[in-house]
């Protein structure tokens, strides 16, 4: 697992904030925006914050370059007493962040995708939770570097790894790092489908 200094945390979450502010879920996350983007940017700042701080409590995150450009956050195998007690944190700072309504908003979507994960048997694979590149960054072979890392050590485990994405273009580049689409699904809070994407464990 990476460790990224805590001071770095407020220029990683920006920067994931601005590559995944246009996101469905994210957008439904901060609803309570309207369409005041600057505010929308600032709590997702936060939200990633959090996710940030979970990921290197009971996860991994790895970084995309020294100046905070993105990042990967992965679930992996640590120990499940870890991923719940990180998990219940980051839940708590996301009930303050997001307020009562919109936090049910969350719950019931992640209720959702896990209802639609379940019947795949991926509790023991690792979880690419959030990955994102600053947009002023991309187009610089980051998205594919950020990720490295944590595939090699997914490998070593022998594990499989899945993730889930809104966006219909990113299905490409995941395929070229070995995820296939293991369903669609639509999701009625968004008001778009998504994709689970999983990558078998590698047979070398």
Known sequence: ????????????ARSLAAALAGDPFYRTVTVACGEDEAARLA???AY???????GEQAGRVDLADAAGHGAAIWTTD?????????????EQGLRT???PQVFAYFSA???????????????????????????AAQGQGLGASVLAPGLAAV????AACFLETYNERSLQFYARLGFVVAGRYAQAL?????WLMVRPPSAA
Do not use: K
């Open 190 to 194: 968004t008001g778009s489908d998504y």
């Open 43 to 45: 709590m997702l700042e």
């Open 78 to 90: 640590t120990p499940a007493a870890l991923r719940q007690a990180a998990y219940a944190q980051r």
């Open 48 to 54: 990633f914050a959090l996710a940030l701080a979970e």
């Open 109 to 135: 979507i992640v209720a959702n995708m896990e209802h639609a994960l379940a019947p795949h048997g991926l509790q023991d694979a690792w979880y690419l939770s959030i990955a994102g590149i600053a947009p």
């Open 1 to 12: 697992m990476s460790s990224p200094s805590n001071i770095a945390f407020p220029r990683i």
């Open 155 to 158: 490998d070593a485990a022998r």
């Open 97 to 99: 962040l997001l307020g």
